[in-house]
Every structure is written in structure tokens, then in C-alpha cells.
């Protein structure tokens, strides 16, 4: 992927992101004007595909297992999802956490497999275990301020940039990502003041009562 910043759209399972009503806010999405970023979405398992296959965004999975194809109940593997035009996904969300273990076999299989993982981590102490794992994104989100209004570029600018810090000294090429509670442009070049290479954001796209123009006005 480019080095222009990321903004990484996480559906969640929010209703207005769900079903039906998810093609039609992607749809939104890709006629937004990107002004220099690049826009990852990241639609529930059962909806991505469809996005994958009307728009000409970049789709990645809310979570993924290491494990290939086979007699695998209930698990994601990669080369369906390769298959389905997803070439990524987050993995050990604050939502649907991870062992450690399972970021490191999970990170080699994508390695092998040319999918990229953004690695999530809610506190410093987890950052700095899954920077020795050298992932090609960490997105460092609080957990506590996941889905408020106060975002994480407003209550924890230090410990941004302590993230970063972190992440660049034990893995140079990570890109770090931050979000939680992301919810205008000024949180975004922020975020960008603080080292942070993009962000994810979750409830205040789908919930704009016009998400085209918040994020158009986000983008500016
Ligand atoms: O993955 C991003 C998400 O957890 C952030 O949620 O609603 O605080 O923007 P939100």
C-alpha cells in the first residue's frame, strides 16, 4: 500500500453498517474525493464480499485465523479470503482479542501469504510484545475510549507518541495507526502531529447522519 496516510473504516457490527445498508455505505465511501489518503474498509464477514465485488475499495476482514483451508469450523482462512478480493485484516481488536501466540503464527502465515495484518493493541505494554512481532501495522486503541466522543488524540496525545516511539525503535518499518473515539479532521492531523501514520475509526462514520459529507469534510 502507498505511504499516504491511512484511514482504516471499521463497520463493526453497527446497524447502519450492516446487511444491506453495508454495500450502500460503502457505495458512499468510494465516490468520496480522497485528497491525498488512502480509505481501508472494514465490513462484517458477511457483507465484505459484496463490497469487495461493487466497489473499487480496498476491503479488509475484521479478523482473520491462521489456518488454511481444510476442517477449520467457524474460522476464516486467508486464501478464501485472498480468493473474495480481501488482501488483509485486523486482527486482536479490542472486540475480538488474540493470544500472543496466535498474532505471531497468525503474522507468519500472512507473511507467507503476502496479507497484510494491522495488529491491534489496547496499552503500551501490549504494543511494545507485538512490535518485537514486527507486523506491518500496529493500531494502538485505548479500549476505554472505544465508541465515546473523546478521542484518543485528545485524552492520550503522550502516550501516541510513547507508541510510536516504541514501535520505531523495535520495528522501523511498522507503520503505527491509532484510534478510538475518532470523530473530525482535527483528530486526524493530530494523529499525524504525533507520529501516527493514519487512523481507524468506528462509530462516527456509519452513524453521521450524512457519511459521505463527514468524511468528506474528515478528508479535507
Ligand atoms: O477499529 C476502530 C474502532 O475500534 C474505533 O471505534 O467508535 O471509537 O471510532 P470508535
Do not use: W
Amino acid at each position: 500500500m502507498a505511504d499516504k496516510p491511512l484511514i482504516v473504516l471499521n463497520f463493526k457490527l453497527y446497524p447502519e453498517a450492516a446487511g444491506r445498508r453495508a454495500l450502500v455505505l460503502a457505495q458512499k465511501i468510494a465516490k468520496i474525493k480522497k485528497n491525498g489518503y488512502e480509505i481501508i474498509v472494514v465490513p462484517s464477514l458477511t457483507t465484505m464480499k459484496e463490497i469487495a465485488d461493487k466497489t473499487t475499495l480496498t476491503v479488509f476482514a475484521q479478523h482473520v485465523d491462521p489456518v488454511p483451508l481444510g476442517a477449520y469450523t467457524g474460522q476464516i482462512a486467508m486464501d478464501e479470503l485472498k480468493e473474495l478480493g480481501i488482501n488483509g485484516s485486523l486482527i486482536n481488536h479490542s472486540e475480538r482479542k488474540v493470544s500472543l501466540s496466535i498474532i505471531r503464527d497468525t503474522l507468519e502465515l500472512a507473511r507467507q501469504k503476502k496479507f497484510t495484518l494491522i495488529v491491534c493493541a489496547s496499552s503500551l505494554s501490549e504494543v511494545k510484545k507485538i512490535a518485537l512481532m514486527k507486523p506491518p501495522y500496529l493500531a494502538y486503541e485505548p479500549s476505554e475510549l472505544i465508541g465515546g466522543d473523546l478521542s484518543v488524540c485528545e485524552a492520550q496525545p503522550e502516550v501516541i507518541v510513547k507508541a510510536v516511539e516504541i514501535v520505531k525503535a523495535l520495528s522501523p518499518d511498522t507503520k503505527v495507526l491509532c484510534g478510538a473515539g475518532v470523530n473530525k479532521k482535527e483528530d486526524v492531523s493530530q494523529a499525524l502531529l504525533l507520529g501516527a501514520e493514519g487512523v481507524l475509526i468506528g462509530h462516527a462514520a456509519p452513524k453521521a447522519k450524512d457519511p459521505k459529507k463527514f468524511l468528506e469534510e474528515l478528508l479535507l
